[in-house]
C-alpha cells in the first residue's frame, strides 16, 4: 500500500497561486503515473491533472494554461502549481497514485 501525503493548500486571492505537493511511500514510484483530482462541496470528484513515468501530462479543460504538474522521481513527489486562481478552483485537492492509493486530501479556498 502507498501512502500518500499532500501539503501546500490554503487561503489565497482570486489571481493568487499554491503549489501544492504529494510524497509517495513505497518503491518505484518513476514508473507509475501520478495525479491530481479535487472535490467541491457538493460536487463528484474530477480529474484537475496527470503526470505518467515519462512525463507525458494531461489536464482538464477548466484549468490549462494555468495548473502545472510536475515530478521528481528523487524525491518520489508530484506536484500541482497553480497559478491564476479562480474561486471556482475552490475544492478540497487529492493526490492519487496509479496503483490506488489515495492522500488526506489538502483545501485550497481561492477567495477575496
Known amino acids: 500500500q502507498v501512502r500518500l501525503v499532500e501539503s501546500g493548500g490554503g487561503l489565497v486571492q482570486p489571481g493568487g497561486s499554491l503549489r501544492l505537493s504529494c510524497v509517495a511511500s513505497?518503491?518505484?514510484?518513476?514508473?507509475?503515473?501520478m495525479g491530481w483530482y479535487r472535490q467541491a462541496p457538493g460536487s463528484q470528484r474530477e480529474m484537475v491533472a496527470t503526470?505518467?513515468?515519462?512525463?507525458?501530462?494531461n489536464y482538464a479543460e477548466s484549468v490549462k494554461g494555468r495548473f502545472t504538474i510536475s515530478r521528481d522521481n528523487a524525491k518520489k513527489t508530484a506536484y500541482l502549481q497553480m497559478n491564476s486562481l479562480k474561486p471556482e478552483d475552490t475544492a478540497v485537492y487529492f493526490c492519487n497514485h496509479q496503483l490506488g492509493s489515495w492522500g488526506q486530501g489538502t483545501q485550497v479556498t481561492v477567495s477575496s
Open positions: 513505497g518503491n518505484f514510484f518513476n514508473i507509475y503515473t
Open positions: 503526470i505518467t513515468s515519462g512525463g507525458r501530462t
